[in-house]
Every structure is written in C-alpha cells, then in structure tokens.
C-alpha cells in the first residue's frame, strides 16, 4: 500500500513536463501543503517549496499538527518535481468574534501556472464552528476570504493560469470561490480540486453554478467519507480508497496510490450513504433559524470549557463536562426546547432510516429463502 510520501519517492525525480504531466496526485499534495506549520518558521515573501523545506526541517516531530506532514516537507525539498517551486502570499486568520478561520497559500508550479492552496479545517472547535455555519448561512466569513483571496492572486499574476484545491473545508473554499469568480478567472482556471470537503447549499448551486465552471471541478471522497459527504455537490466526484475505517478515512494520507493516479472504488459505502441522506434529510425538515440556535448553542456548551480545540476538552473531560452542563443549565428555555427538537427530528430520521434498512434486509431474506426452495424443488422434480 502507499500513499502520497510514498509517490514522492518514487516518482519525485519526474519534472513536470508534457511527458510526466501535473496530475490529481501532485495537486492533492499541494493541497496539503497549505496545513504545513508556516506560523512556525519565518516566512519571506518568496520562498521555494526547498528553502520552506531546510527551514521547517529544524522543527521537532510534535510542531507538526498532522503525522505525515513532516515526512511530506522533507521529501518535497528533496524532490525534483516540486523543490524549485516559488512559494508566495501565504495568509492566515483566526478570528473568533466573526467564526472566521482561513488560510490559503499560492505555489507557482510554472512561469505559466499556479497553484492556490486553501487551508482546511484543524482541530479548533472555532473551525468546525465555521464549517457547521455553512447550514445555515448563505456563505461564511472563510468563503468570502478565500474569494477575495482569489481575486487578488488572479490580479497579482494575470498571465498565469490557475488551480484551486484544498482538503477538507479548504475544498469547499475552492469549489465556493471557483463558482463565484468572474468569467474573465473562470476563463483562467484549469481545475478545481476538492479533497473530501463539503458541498454547497442548494441555494447557492442555484444562483451561481454554471455548466462551463462545473466542468472544470472535480470532488475526491474515500469510501466512507463523512465530511465530503455534507451538503450538495453537483460537480464531477471519485470515490478513492482509503486503508483507514469511519472518519479516519478523512485523513489523506490513508488515501492510497499507484503510479500517478489514485486508486479508485466503485461507489461509497452504505454507511457514507446514509450519512448523506440523514444530512440532506435533516436540512429539508428545518429551517435556517432553528440550525442557527441549534449550532450556535452547542458551540456556546464547547466555549464555556475555555478549550481553543476538541482535543482539550477531551483530555480535560473531568473538568470540561460539569461546566458545559453548567451552561446547558443556564440557557435560554426556547433554546434548550430548540436543542430538543433537533435532537429528536435527527433520532427520527436515523431510526426510519435504520427501520427501511432492516425492512429491506428482510425482504431480501425472504427472497433468498424462496429462492433456495425454489432451487430444491427443481432438483427434486430431476
């Protein structure tokens, strides 16, 4: 099995070129790159991928937010293919008073062309605050960044066609930002590359997508995805397959690779499908205004712990759970009758789901049964 470090090794000596052209592989790699620990270093204006690699080689191994990422800088200052490309206009924010967290990087692959990596989400309950906004706000503050991001890199470098990628929310910045462009970018962009993020709302799909930039963007999911499975995607989409199980198959360096391309799998898992559905299925039973209090609040119950991420409330559970009941207890009470009906309308949809499930399995069963008589029956009459 082998992932992306693995390609790197192997066929990191390979220049792009006609022969050895830029594929899903380096581009997913180059989305990645925007997760790599620039607050970390001193970052020129203009670097190349092999001066960020000797800087970041002097981190220690737990500077590194992701297992892999550091494997991934070395081999990428060492590789042919990727260590003498330009590195500029790297922004990062964290602002928890608009729920914004965006970053995004540029990598100029060629004199002719350009990368924009946009940042995906980490482990900091802000982030996936953001992400789960996306219910019910027509954009978040990281989609309008990373338009706006767009347009000055496109300004910036205008004879220089573009690629757009990211992993995780970083995709969905990507595909938001691609569909929202003027025609004169959209003429510009190559691909639009989405690792496992999230779609859009209807309403927007709606408004802005057109046929001529859906061509032009493609979705990448493992067989159990969960995040890229959210929302609504109507762009081309592959299902790759991931070594890992569940929501560890979000992590693409289970993402598994043969020669220059990804490995495919036929469709999703009935897991992932269902997964989907429960989302979609919820999203049209409520409104706008229930998923914002009921969002909203659940958040409000992780910040009364004072943790920055997920993994501080989990190591400090004993401390963490009793102050987010204490906060549960102070809400408002159409708030907690609000948290109630979510949690119930999402109990009723899960259990139907799993009642249509066993009602099928059934019926299967009792085919299956019919059948095997059935089969009897004939070599009885022989």
Request: charged share 30%; glycine share 4%.
């Amino acid at each position: 099995m082998a992932n992306i470090n693995d390609y790197l090794q192997w066929r990191g000596d390979l220049p792009i070129n006609n022969k050895y052209k830029f594929n899903e592989i380096d581009s997913m790699i180059l989305a990645r790159f925007s997760y790599l620990r620039f607050d970390k270093i001193k970052l020129a204006k203009r670097e190349t991928i092999e001066s960020i690699s000797k800087k970041m080689a002097k981190l220690t191994d737990n500077e590194f937010r992701y297992k892999g990422d550091k494997e991934l800088i070395t081999y990428l200052g060492q590789s042919e293919r990727f260590k003498n490309m330009v590195v500029t206009d790297y922004e990062k924010t964290d602002k928890r008073e608009f729920i914004k967290q965006f970053g995004a990087i540029t990598i100029h692959i060629s004199d002719k062309e350009l990368y924009i990596s946009f940042l995906g989400t980490d482990s900091s309950i802000i982030g996936w605050q953001e992400d789960f906004n996306m219910t019910f706000l027509s954009n978040v503050p990281c989609q309008i960044a990373g338009m706006d991001y767009l347009n000055k890199i496109s300004k910036k470098y205008s004879e220089k066609k573009l690629r757009l990628g990211g992993h995780s929310k970083g995709g969905n910045v990507a595909i938001y930002s691609a569909i929202r462009a003027s025609e004169e970018i959209q003429n510009r962009i190559i691909k639009v590359y989405n690792y496992d993020g999230p779609g859009l709302k209807k309403e927007i799909l709606k408004k802005y997508l057109t046929e001529k930039i859906k061509r032009k963007m493609e979705t990448y999911i493992p067989q159990d995805s969960i995040i890229g499975r959210l929302l609504i995607h109507k762009e081309k989409c592959r299902v790759v397959f991931s070594v890992e199980r569940g929501i560890y198959q979000h992590d693409i360096f289970s993402w598994q690779v043969l020669k220059d391309d990804l490995i495919d799998i036929e469709q999703n898992t009935q897991k992932s499908e269902e997964i989907h559905r429960l989302v979609i299925d919820w999203l049209e039973s409520t409104t706008n205004e229930q998923r914002k209090i009921f969002i909203c609040t659940v958040f409000e119950l992780f910040y009364s712990t004072e943790a920055q991420s997920f993994g501080e409330i989990s190591r400090s559970l004993a401390t963490s759970l009793p102050r987010i009941l204490k906060k549960y207890g102070e809400l408002e009470k159409t708030d907690k009758e609000v948290m109630i009906q979510m949690v119930k309308l999402f109990a009723k949809i899960y259990w139907g789901m799993v009642k249509e499930r066993e009602s099928l399995r059934l019926e299967n069963y009792k085919l299956e049964g019919k059948a095997k008589i059935k089969r009897r029956a004939e070599k009885l009459l022989k």
